[in-house]
């Protein structure tokens, strides 16, 4: 199975990057889907243990077009790399608004993600070694994403990803990559700019970070790879936009320094989206 997002060839690039924001997470939710694609996001992360928490198992196993429901623009991805199996074999969900516990194995997880059929899945470190029946229940017309540990034990026959957990870019997501190198990888983790640029130009086919869209929902904005916090003081009184070559809807509409920290601080939750949408459009146009 090859991946076809449909995506122009950057002429930078032998292959195109993609930027996977997580749509699932605190910060993700501050927009909508058509907020996300305004904001020059192609594809998302959906996070399988939050869905399974909100909507909740039972809607999404009645659920008939998981692809329709998400309502991406571009590839369905869902991320079920948190949900790792304990000793016995269990994993264990607890709601954090009312405290409810959702208990699954693996073999309940792979039909979940079966009857989902998302195009890409980010499975948990450890499955294949901890239930070798995966491969005999897997639908093949997903392309799972597999964790180094588990293509150690036996590189799969049918084709499949490489997903690569890290913080930022060190020794050792370099070393993967280049083991992995003719693979397709998808880069996942709390990455910050430099990480994200340095990934982008080892043309690392996936990243995803939530942390844009969380610094973001704290009031700190991106230029170019440095950081601006507009709960500073200083910034009461400054007439300047964040980034005059950026043309995301803030800085089209010249929302300036002043009024966003005024905002921010006023009316925190409309403040969240704009700010969301710019440090988005500038990890985009970090990866032009």
Not at 169 to 187: H, I, P, R, W
Request: glycine fraction near 4%; hydrophobic fraction near 40%.
């Amino acid at each position: 199975m090859s991946i076809d997002l449909n995506q122009p060839e950057n002429t930078m690039h032998t292959k195109t990057t993609q930027w996977v924001p997580v749509l699932t997470s605190d910060a993700g939710l501050t927009l909508t889907v058509l907020n996300w694609h305004e904001a020059g996001v192609q594809h998302g992360a959906y996070y399988l243990d939050s869905l399974l928490i909100k909507p909740g198992y039972s809607f999404l196993s009645q659920l008939s077009d998981f692809a329709a429901y998400a309502a991406s623009p571009g590839a369905c991805i869902i991320n079920a790399s948190r949900m790792q199996a304990n000793k016995e074999g269990k994993i264990l969900l607890v709601s954090p608004y009312d405290g409810r516990k959702l208990i699954m194995d693996y073999s309940q997880l792979i039909a979940i993600l079966n009857h989902l059929k998302p195009q890409l899945a980010i499975l948990p470190p450890g499955i294949v070694q901890a239930y070798p029946q995966f491969w005999d229940e897997w639908d093949k017309t997903i392309m799972p994403y597999l964790a180094p540990q588990d293509i150690a034990i036996k590189e799969p026959s049918c084709d499949f990803g490489v997903a690569i957990f890290t913080n930022q870019y060190d020794a050792q997501a370099e070393s993967l990559l280049s083991t992995y190198q003719n693979k397709s990888c998808y880069v996942y983790g709390d990455l910050n700019q430099e990480s994200i640029k340095k990934l982008y130009e080892k043309q690392v086919d996936f990243i995803e970070s939530d942390k844009p869209a969380a610094e973001a929902i704290n009031g700190v904005v991106y230029k170019n790879l440095q950081c601006i916090d507009l709960k500073d003081t200083a910034y009461t009184e400054c007439y300047e936009v964040i980034d005059p070559s950026c043309a995301c809807l803030v800085c089209r509409n010249h929302f300036t320094l002043a009024y966003l920290h005024h905002l921010f601080v006023q009316t925190p939750l409309l403040c969240q989206r704009y700010l969301v949408q710019h440090n988005t459009w500038s990890i985009k146009e970090m990866m032009k």
